[in-house]
């Protein structure tokens, strides 16, 4: 038994949240920075979509 409580840890000086902060900060800001360029860079996915008539595709443009 003496054995079990020498093997515990001391309690730690810094706070609970800081281990979290450590582990799922560098996540949140892959995630989020992902999202921000997807958002920035899709402008041609959004973009209105232009069909061309077939029968008039060889067509030289008249201006």
Do not use: H
């Amino acid at each position: 038994m003496d054995f079990l409580i020498l093997l515990q840890a001391a309690p730690s000086p810094w706070p609970e949240w800081t281990g979290y902060l450590i582990c799922f900060g560098p996540l949140a800001a892959v995630i989020l920075g992902f999202i921000i360029a997807a958002r920035f860079t899709d402008k041609q996915a959004t973009s209105a979509y232009l069909r061309l008539d077939p029968a008039k595709a060889n067509e030289p443009e008249q201006q």
